[in-house]
């Protein structure tokens, strides 16, 4: 019942934000003003859906569900544990994540020196301009961790768990998600005309691109080193939240029209989709994504 509620709620709100126009700049320029399109996106869906494939559902929802008990059980100290002592050079952001979570000195002082290791040799060999931000490279696929670890662990987190993280650590990742951010946020391609684009022709890729610019370029805006700095798009870290949240808004209740998502309960996509809606629901800072973001899980899993 509480599945079904979900999605007619998300269906229902959507016809009632569908005409909205909301400009996220100071001016009236109409380059920037976000807009309800929805033309050909059923056309768009049928022909993505096509290309990349359905999934079995049943096989799918057994997936999501261990996956779902697996996003939470890394509190568990069990779990965490577990995941500490198989720690890897090739892993470092997870097993750092789950050393955290344990919060004893010796696994504390280990995941500071973890992410450290790791962050160095990003900031090395990248500036912002040559980050490789592709998915082919390893930063695209662990960004979920690093939000995690900031928003878990920094010294402005809103948990009991402030703090775990040195300044040197936390500002090694300040640099990387300014750098993120730089490279993939533009204010033009976040427009509800765009609601339909993927990115590579694969869902699973372009949600972690967009979900992890949000909550990077939110944290940004907080930060006085990058609060006013302009990014690639000459706009700055507030006017990209703003965006994101309006086409965040739009983006959920338009999939909602049609089943949700596009790489449909994907065994081998799931675990990368639900993890950064999951992000989403626990570290936005506007309620209301919040709000439509649970009733996206509710109704997914």
């Keep these: 019942f509480c599945v079904v ?17 909301v400009d996220v700049t100071a001016s009236e320029s109409s380059a920037f003003k976000l807009k309800s399109d929805k033309k050909n996106s059923k056309s768009i869906i049928t022909q993505i859906g096509f290309e990349i494939g359905f999934t079995n559902f049943a096989l799918a929802n057994k997936q999501r569900h261990g996956f779902a008990r697996s996003v939470y059980k890394h509190f568990d100290s069990d779990l965490a544990k577990r995941k500490a002592a198989r720690n890897t050079e090739s892993n ?27 962050l160095t040799e990003i900031l090395t060999a990248n500036t912002k301009q040559t980050l490789d931000t592709t998915v082919e490279g390893d930063l695209v696929w662990r960004m979920r961790s690093w939000i995690r670890i900031y928003y878990l662990y920094g010294s402005k987190s809103k ?11 936390e500002n090694m990742i300040k640099i990387v998600f300014y750098w993120f951010v730089y490279q993939r946020s533009l204010i033009e391609l976040i427009q509800i005309k765009n609601i339909w684009f993927i990115e590579d022709y694969s869902e699973n890729h372009d949600i972690m691109m967009k979900m992890n610019c949000y909550l990077a370029v939110q944290a940004l805006q907080y930060i006085p080193e990058y609060k006013d700095t302009l990014l690639r798009d000459t706009f700055v870290p507030w006017q990209h939240v703003k965006a994101w949240e309006i086409y965040f808004e739009h983006y959920v209740f338009e999939r909602a029209k049609f089943g949700l998502l596009v790489e449909v309960a994907s065994p081998p996509y799931g675990k990368w989709i639900m993890g ?13 994504v919040r709000d439509i973001f649970g009733m996206f899980l509710h109704a997914s899993w």
């Design 92 to 118: 470092n952001c997870t097993w750092a994540l789950a050393s955290l979570a344990l919060n004893t000195e010796a696994s504390v002082k280990h995941a500071n020196q973890l992410i450290h290791d790791e």
């Design 276 to 288: 950064e809606f999951v992000n989403i629901y626990e570290f936005a800072e506007l309620d209301h």
């Design 159 to 169: 948990y009991p768990s402030a703090g775990r993280i040195n300044v040197n650590v």
């Design 5 to 21: 509620t979900s999605f007619f709620f998300l269906v229902k709100t959507y016809k009632n934000i569908t005409n909205s126009s």
